[in-house]
Every structure is written in C-alpha cells, then in structure tokens.
C-alpha cells in the first residue's frame, strides 16, 4: 500500500504513520487481553501486574547500566566510522556485562523480599528468580534495539515491535489460562526473550555488518561519553518506575487495592497510545536535533514536529476521552471507577508530549545537568502533589498531579535549551 503523498514527503508524519499501524494492532489486542484479564485477575490482579511492568521497566535501564539512549546517539553519530563503531560496542557490552550480573544478583538473593514487598505473595519469588537468570537478555535485547533506532531503521523497527508483541499476547493469554495471574506474570518476565529472539530473526544479518562481535574486546574508549547516559537513565527510568511503584502502594494502603487497579488501568491505556511517540523520538528527534546547531533550526524543527503530530495526537485524545465509558465497558468491564481519571490523564499526556519534544535535546546534546535537574523535579512535584491530593480527591488527585507535573515540566525544560543555545551564540 502506498502512502499519501503529503505523508511521504514528511518523515516525521512517515514514521508516525507506519507506527500508527502497529499501535492500532496493538491497542486491539491489548484490549482483547485486558478484558479478558479485568475478568479473570480482577482489580488485585491488574495492580500486581502493574507493579511487575515497573520492575521489568527499570530492569530495561538496569541491565544495561541505562547506556540504551548514548548507543543510539553514538550509532547514528558514527554509523560509517567502523572502527569507532567496535569501540562503541566493545565498551557497551562491558557496561552490559556489569549491569546484568548485579541486578540478577540481587534480584536473586532478594527475591523474596521482592516477592513480599512489591507482589504481597512470598511464594511469587520464583518470578523474580526467573528476571535474575533473564538479565543477560534484557541487556542484549536493550543494546541491539538502540542500534536499530541509531540506523534509523523505522520499517523494520515497526515490525519487529508488532510481531514481538503479537507472540508475547499469545503467551500471556497461553499462560493465563494454564496458570492463572501465576502464568501472567510468567509471561511478563519473558517477553524480553520473544523481543530477542524477534529482532535477530529480522535484523540479525544487518547487526552482523555493524557489531563485529569476534573482535569485541575489552576496552572502555566510550566509558566517560556512556556514563552520563548512565545518570540520565536511572533518573528517567528508575526513579520514575519506583515513584510509580511507591504511588500505587499508597493507593492500596491509603485507600484500597481496587482503586490501585484502577489507576494501573487508566496507565495501561495511557502506555498503549503513548507508545507511537517512542519510535519517533528514538528514530527521528534526537537524530535530528544531534545534527542542529542554532536556536532558529531547533525552534523551526520543533514546530514542524508540533504541527504534524499534534493534530492528529489532539484529536485521538478527544475521541478516546468522548468515548470513555464505551472504552471502559469494552476492555475494563466492572471498572467504573476508572472514568473521572481520563480527563486529567489525558490533558496531562498532551502537554507530555510537547514537553517530550524538546526535553530530548538534552539527550542529543548530552546535556546532563539539565536533563537531571528537570527530571528530579518533575518526579518531585509528581510525587508530592500525589501525595497531598490523594487525600482530597482520592485516586483521582494522582492524575490531577500527572497534568500539574508536565504543566510545570514544559516551562521549566524550556529554560536550559534557550540557555544551552544563547551560551552557544547560535541564534
């Protein structure tokens, strides 16, 4: 099928446009199967499995020592300097060597621990035992997908998203059925195997070309340029996995664990719409800005990203938020305490989007300080609104806090890049 013409000549709209096909696929069968897990599992259920998609999520930054976004930086950066490249990947599979094995250690050792305190079911940390023996897959799965965002490669990254995804619903439902949420949870932890196994069986010969795996060796050239991707990670990924774990740990304590289902279903539908701006700013934003030099091509870039998403994410919003109950009716039935959540939800992902876009110049310019600073105090005034809301508005004052945080994210990521390019002079 050939694309329209306006959409041809516009990469971002190309990009978003073949990730909108694999969403669409995708959000119809995440709906099939959170139906059928709002029925089995229940409101319990959909919060346990919450908490194990925020640990799967910061073991993605863990295992890899959170190096995914330099990769991709360094790929694009040096995709023709071959002996720049081994280098790069040399140094990234140590970093992934040390990332693995001490989160499976202490994934391992901790694993009841773990079990208890995120699951309240000792007798789940087989599971955690399973992501111990799994981090070397995590890590490997991390690496090889930053070289397919480095390369660009937005054809062949929306098909191995759609068929991973395709085969890791089919285990989960597979597994639901045999063992329960036992088997879910299950099915979470080796989902990171099928995405492996995918991206090989459809990107390994071209891996093969750019990572010249016999004469990978010690050497730690990239180390200094990877470790301040390193930071930027564990403030991105894990502290924002563990806000989100302590939140809905609150809920549960300070409310009740129906209400905590809730908010990890208003968060699933959330991730699923979400999901299509991934591919675009790790196959076109931060490449793009990596290469732009003056405030006038940033601010120009920036609004030709506005104008050809915005739009069409605008409008996906309003539809959702109108059809709302419908939606809760058809994936989350019995979930009527989910609707109040949708209007600060959504109005809070809008403006994360446009806060998004420009926050990842700091990602294509390395600008650590301020990547960190303003995502310190995002998660800050997340959490503590929360917190202080919770008591007033019940469930519904986490998402009113998630709108109030990227409101305040959007101004205050808006001061080090107008900063970064008047000490540059590249007006």
Not at 62 to 79: D, M, W
Not at 89 to 105: C, E, R
Not at 324 to 348: A, H, N, V
Request: with cysteine; charged share 15%; net charge positive.
């Amino acid at each position: 099928m050939k694309l329209p013409s306006f959409i041809k000549n516009n990469l971002v709209l190309k990009i978003t446009s073949l990730n909108s096909v694999v969403i669409v696929f995708r959000l119809i069968i995440s709906m099939a199967i959170q139906h059928v897990l709002a029925l089995t599992v229940k409101e319990a259920g959909i919060a346990k499995i919450g908490q194990l998609r925020n640990i799967t999520a910061m073991l993605t930054s863990f295992t890899t020592l959170g190096i995914f976004s330099g990769v991709l930086k360094y790929v694009a950066q040096y995709k023709k300097d071959e002996q720049t490249l081994q280098k790069l990947f040399s140094t990234s599979f140590l970093f992934a060597g040390i990332g693995s094995l001490v989160s499976g250690l202490i994934l391992f050792v901790g694993a009841n621990y773990f079990a208890e305190k995120l699951l309240d079911d000792a007798s789940l940390s087989y599971v955690f035992k399973l992501l111990a023996v799994l981090t070397p897959v995590f890590a490997m799965q991390r690496i090889f997908n930053a070289v397919v965002n480095g390369l660009s490669a937005y054809k062949k990254y929306a098909l191995i998203e759609f068929i991973a995804y395709v085969l890791s619903a089919l285990l989960l439902v597979i597994f639901l059925f045999r063992f329960d949420l036992d088997g879910v949870l299950v099915a979470i932890a080796l989902a990171p195997v099928i995405q492996l196994l995918t991206l090989l069986a459809i990107f390994g010969g071209v891996l093969k070309e750019y990572i010249q795996f016999k004469n990978l060796k010690i050497d730690w050239s990239f180390k200094n340029s990877l470790l301040a991707f390193t930071i930027m990670s564990f403030v991105s990924t894990v502290l924002l996995n563990y806000v989100e774990l302590d939140i809905r740990t609150v809920i549960k304590d300070k409310i009740n664990v129906d209400e905590a289902g809730y908010w990890t279903a208003i968060n699933f539908i959330s991730k699923n719409y979400m999901v299509f701006s991934t591919g675009l700013f790790t196959l076109y934003v931060i490449p793009r800005f990596a290469a732009i030099q003056t405030k006038v091509d940033f601010t120009k870039e920036v609004w030709h990203i506005y104008k050809s998403i915005l739009p069409l994410f605008g409008a996906g919003m309003l539809l959702i938020y109108v059809f709302r109950d419908f939606i809760i009716q058809l994936i989350y039935p019995e979930f009527t305490g989910m609707s109040p959540l949708f209007k600060w939800q959504l109005m809070g992902d809008f403006v994360r989007l446009c806060s998004l876009v420009i926050a990842h110049q700091f990602l294509a310019k390395r600008m650590v300080k301020s990547f960190v600073i303003t995502e310190i105090l995002s998660l800050a005034s997340f959490y503590l609104l929360s917190i202080i809301l919770i008591k007033h508005f019940s469930t519904e004052g986490v998402v009113m806090a998630h709108f109030f945080r990227y409101v305040f994210y959007f101004v205050i990521v808006l001061i080090p890049v107008y900063l970064y390019f008047l000490r540059k002079n590249k007006f």
